[in-house]
């Protein structure tokens, strides 16, 4: 298999974008000038991070590429001391992240790490659910800690308090030092998405490999429905919006819930009703913090949550008053699912002749069901809760900059690397002090404009998805589970061709995430404020789920997406409905447009556009 | 050994057992009737009992096997011509069995057995909503376990009998199978007592297949037993089984019962009836339909469910053929025509996938170690 040289691939770059490099960290970048690098480089197998960057990173959103990039590769290589394989090593082209596994190469030092890896590691199985629970505190308190940062706005005159308190200090020096705790909290918060993680993945991924080399044809859908859990936290968002239906009938109010698509208009409404009132008191039980769920993925500035976007939530549960008026349930089949997960792993084990394997089958099974909890649940503390409080609090540091004039817009921040803002803050923070202007007020502006217009050339560049040297062996268990890096997909990457075509592809090939077979319309939503257009029955077209798209679920008849793998949120939730899901298409939303015919396999993960 | 005389001797003192049924419906046949009714009929029976649809059909039994050899003295005049016969003698031996074989074709059925075969096909008739309905009439041996079949004589299988006649006619050629050269010279060369010998026939509803095939319950590639493979084509199985086209093929997950793969192949010929002469025959496959499903996903579906069920009533994995019947109505028209238990992969030693000392951290540490070859 070949794949072109990362260099080369950079070296073409886009007319209009040179200097790029600038908006990124600079040991992201592909060398030529190192020798010893280049040669590294080149020896190397990158492939394209396209599960969590569907698009190129704006250079703030950057800063969650490298908190993975620390802690996956500190706890693979110095903390649990993973035997075969150090982290997982990163570089940017044209805003798209490629990343590398890097493989421990000397035998005999991969049999030092043993030892250590079966002490550190076997300490973490072995009290996994004491320490989960020590988990689940810290990362409340850092999200605690995160809320009530303060970041000050920088006054004509300083309160008299800091006189009479003696304290001594400027809200200009808080707010340099509290952008330096926002940073921070959000690097520990990601020290702790990683502490259990890699472990758990291990555990996941062996337990599919073994199950795999029972049953080669099984379809990995299967092995994650005989180990997902049917209480876990991301299912909430979804379940507090069925409770307040439930209880906008009970008070009468459903009326006034569901008279307008616009959440201030309804509010207003409730608020002039007594029954309203009380409904709006369940409302703020339910929105801390279950409404901090990101209507993205959580990885990106532009994910708003549901507190951000309140029209979001009101919509599904206006599905779900609909719903309950004609008499439908609203409720999850959970005892279903649970009795048909039972069977399907019974039935899989009966398959099972010889008695140890049975019993390695026992053994495997519990493993990956005690770790599985935590992989599921992290990424509501992390991506969502801690995510969507972080981001307005960047807001705010960007509402100070905006008014010292050094960006123009808030959302203009996004476009500057982290160390660049606080570059930027020493700025407006001595110019303020000094009572003169911040110099970034002639600068940044047009270097803001400019990766504005770089931004939007990254977006039409099609970034390969593999480039260096392929691997004979890949050991990394994010790599194989996360990404799905195995033979067949580099084989698939190796003879990818550019779409000439878009409109003459009449077969889409995915991931097989959810069993069944649908014809349907389909509708293209891109983001999640678009899933109120969707007709009950229809296909959802989407570039990836999270769990605020939930209720657009109870009127799919399938789903699509163009991003994610069998665990992914699309995947699990047709699951748990009973409807097909193909996951991970690449570029379904490209070629697929809203009215189209598509016949949805599930079982296969072949999608067919009748044109 | 190889004397016939010794085993005409025993045979001859056979007598024509009271009491037993000399014709019997595949819904009564069990394992346990295999000496009466041979192992496929048997086994048609206890697929039945499973739960699976076969064509129906009633088997000529062993008794009635034997009720027709005492009538005329048939047996008596077999015995005499097989008497100072030396198999090596292979000129002897064939003249023989011809001469055992034409007679046998040639001697009408008792009265009392040929009232009952036709108010069996009949009665047939009647069940299929079909006068003179087509039949598939076979041989059915009373001894398929041993090592080789042709103790019992040929396999033989006449399709597409239509009429009381013609059905009376075929089974006396099953009949007369058992007089083969081969099988003659089998049975003394093992010392198998001629007189042993009986051969039971069933005359079965012609399968009027729109698509046909063979379905195994493991991968026949892999060894998985949590799949159920099936090919499939377009008119009868001859196609699929002898090769003769790239068939369609399916893999279900034996578990949840959907469909994981599936490969349409460009199917050009299939065999179907031929109107004039009531045969198979091999056809093209109108061009417009050789790249369509041979199956609908429902028919794939309700397949793989009896495939299961067969393989949960013998215990095993399982080689089936089947038939979708184009006489019958959606729903009710999916046959199994044949189940034999698969040979390749239950032949094979298993080794264990599990790690030495069975936990789970020693599995993910070797793993870890091995990695995954993706090169």
New interface residues.
Partial sequence: MKFPVPHDVKAKTIPGTEGWERMYPYQYQFVTDDAARNQYEKDTFWFYDGLHYPEPLYPFDTIWDEAWYLALSQFNNRIFMVPPVRGVDHRIINGYVYVSPVPVKDPEEIGRRVPNFMERAGYYYKNWDELEARWKVKMEATIRELEALKIPRLAEMEDISVVTDAIGESNGYHLLKNYDDLINLGIKCWQYHFEFLNLGYAAYVFFLDFVQKLFPSIPTQRVTQMISGIDVMMYQPDEELKKLARRAIELGVDEAVTFSPEWADVEAALKKLPAGVEWLKSLDLAREPWFNVSTGTGWFHHDRSWNDQMNVPLSGIATYIGKLRKGQSIDRPTEKVRAERDRITAEYRDLIEKEEDRKQFDELLGCAKTVFPYVENHLFYVEHWFHSVFWNKMREVAAIMKEHGVIEDIEDVWLMRRDEIKTALWDIVTAWATGVTPRGTATWPKEIGWRKGVMQKFKEWNAPPAIGTAPEVIQEPFTIVLWGVTNKSLADWASVQEVSDPDSITELKGFAGSPGVVEGKARVCRTVSEVGTLQEGEILVAPTTSPSWAPAFAKIGACVTDVGGVMSHAAIVCREYGMPAVVGTGHATKIIKTGMRVRVDGSTGAITITR | MGNLAEAIGKASAGTVGAGMPLLCWFEDCLKESLPLVGGKCASLGELIHAGVRVPPGFALTTEGYRRFMAGASLDREVAALLAGIEVADLDALEAASERIRSRIEAQPFPTELEDLVAEGYRKLGVRCCMPAVPVAVRSSATAEDLPDASFAGQQDTYLWIRGIDEVLAHVRRCISSLYTGRAIAYRAKNGYAEHDVAIAVGVQKMANSYTAGVMFTI?PA?G????IVIDSNFGFGESVVSGQVTPDHF?V????L?????TVSCKEVCYTVDAKTQTSRLTDVPFERQKVQSLI?DEITELAWMGKRIEKHYGRPMDIEWAIDKDLPEGGNIFILQARPETVWSARS?T????SS????D???S?????????
């Fill in positions: 991968h892999n998985d037993r949590s799949v893999v997950n034996k578990i949840t959907d469909i994981i793969d599936r996903d298993q264990a996938v599990a790690g069975g936990t789970a951290m599995y993910i540490l793993s870890l170690l091995k990695g995954k070859r993706v090169g």
